[in-house]
């Protein structure tokens, strides 16, 4: 079974509107992280954002904000006012356990297209 | 100096050739990895090193030999190799425990685009 399921393969947003990309994960463990990564054209992954299990408040960086619905085991990522610069492949990423210890479990991806 | 580099950034090779990429962290971390991105398929995890100590190995065939001689290196060494390992090969580090905090995010290079013929 997947662990991390990413259900819209790609997405467009307009210009200056927001958009929530979705992630589904599935986790037995008590403790983990959820991560989301964007990955432009140029290849590199870039680390945008991070929710822990334990954490109450969704986590929030400029405009890039985590929904983490935990009963639902969901961690959409919601990024405000879009830019053409977002346009990319994101991906929704979980590490099982407690700390920094351990691997990431990425999702097949979503790819973010901004029309202007 | 960005924070993770790879080279080269592109790569053909033939089945019979043996090559390797190159990847360099200048963040101070303590663990650094090598993962696989093929066309509409998640990233995947292929070796892990801590402290220069390989704790993973993710099934990967021996065509794939990874070395790390410290802390700030990794390479992959690569030899005949199948058309299908034709892929996106991605470098990452991170800090784990101590400084490294709750989160011990990846940090990616660009990655070594690697075709196979």
């Known amino acids: 079974a997947q662990k991390i399921t990413q259900t819209q393969p790609g997405m467009f947003v307009q210009e200056k509107e927001a958009v929530t990309l979705d992630c589904t994960y599935d986790?037995?463990?008590?403790?983990?992280?959820l991560f989301w990564y964007k990955q432009p054209s140029s290849g590199e992954m870039i680390f945008l954002i991070y929710?822990?299990?334990?954490?109450?408040q969704n986590a929030t960086e400029g405009r890039y904000s985590l929904n983490f619905q935990k009963a639902r085991k969901s961690a959409n990522l919601v990024i405000s006012a879009s830019q053409l610069g977002d346009s990319a492949m994101y991906f929704c990423?979980?590490?099982?356990?407690?700390?920094?210890?351990?691997?990431?479990?990425f999702g097949k991806g979503t790819k973010l297209s901004v029309k202007p | 100096e960005t924070g993770v580099t790879q080279t080269p950034r592109h790569l053909v090779m033939g089945m019979t050739n043996k090559k390797s990429l190159k990847c360099e962290q200048h963040?101070?971390?303590?663990?650094m990895y090598w993962y696989k991105q093929s066309a509409k398929k998640p990233l995947e995890l292929m070796f892990v090193?801590?402290?220069?100590?390989?704790?993973e190995n993710n099934s990967v065939p021996s065509r794939f030999s990874p070395e790390c001689p410290n802390s700030s290196h990794l390479f992959l060494h690569l030899h005949t190799l199948q058309p299908e390992d034709s892929a996106l090969y991605l470098c990452?580090?991170?800090?784990?425990?101590?400084?490294?905090?709750?989160?011990?995010?990846?940090?990616f290079g660009e990655g070594s685009r690697l075709t196979v013929l």
């Open positions: 990452a580090s991170s800090q784990v425990g101590g400084t490294g905090g709750r989160t011990g995010e990846l940090f």
């Open positions: 986790t037995s463990d008590q403790s983990y992280g």
């Open positions: 929710q822990g299990s334990y954490d109450e």
């Open positions: 990423a979980m590490r099982e356990g407690w700390g920094s210890q351990g691997n990431l479990i």
């Open positions: 963040l101070g971390h303590n663990a």
């Open positions: 090193y801590n402290f220069k100590e390989q704790t």
